[in-house]
């Protein structure tokens, strides 16, 4: 089939976020300056550049996450895994401005190093980021999307210890988790490896 998604798609659901997955999820954590804090999940985020390492995350319309980081100009990503998943699902509530969802969730808030907002503490790994810059996309008319999305750069990087083997990530045994389309998810359970081609070998 093929559908103009202005015209609607004629599907029991939108297909669009199942055809663009897996999708890793981005659980930012934010701290306001008067003392607020804030834990929620989005599917919409990555990361785009390894040097320097910066990451995104956007948010379709100014929610707290999106609305501490640009006044704090600082957010955490924490690492979503299996074991986490329930907890994080539960911080995806939709509460009232300035909720703290570590408590709705049971989770506990660990000191970050380099910036304000908390991390997970339960969480495998996370991401200390300051703010690059905040924006909001437009689209084919040139008007600006209801998505604000924030860009930061990588400051510090938490890993557990117990997840490292051989001094790699193990995010099988970490079991990272993904969002995919409806209400989905999946968690790494295998990988394979490919090495990139070299031009002058395979040309013999």
């Known amino acids: 089939m093929f559908y103009e998604p202005a015209n609607g798609h004629g599907l029991p659901h939108d297909p669009f ?11 930012i954590s934010t701290k306001s300056v008067d003392g607020r804090v804030n834990l929620a999940p989005y599917s919409f985020f990555n990361a785009f550049s390894g040097n320097p390492p910066l990451i995104w995350f956007s948010s379709e319309g100014a929610k707290d996450s999106s609305s501490f980081a640009e006044e704090s100009g600082e957010f955490v990503a924490n690492l979503v895994s299996r074991d986490l998943a329930q907890a994080m699902n539960r911080s995806s509530v939709n509460a009232p401005r300035g909720t703290n969802e570590f408590d709705y969730a049971g989770l506990t808030m660990a000191s970050s190093r ?5 991390r997970v503490a339960e969480a495998h790994a996370a991401l200390e980021c300051k703010v690059t810059e905040i924006f909001r996309p437009k689209t084919l008319d040139g008007t600006k999307s209801e998505a604000h999305v924030v860009i930061g750069q990588v400051i ?3 890993l557990a210890d117990a997840y ?3 001094g790699l990530f193990d995010i099988v045994k970490a079991g990272s988790t993904a ?6 998810y999946a968690s790494v359970t295998e990988t394979f490896a490919m090495r990139r081609p070299r031009w002058e070998e395979d040309r013999g």
């Open 17 to 27: 976020k199942a055809i663009v997955a897996p999708r890793p999820i981005g659980w």
């Open 114 to 118: 380099l910036v304000q907002a908390p």
């Open 156 to 158: 510090g990087v938490h």
């Open 164 to 166: 490292l083997t051989d």
């Open 179 to 184: 969002r995919l389309g409806y209400m989905d």
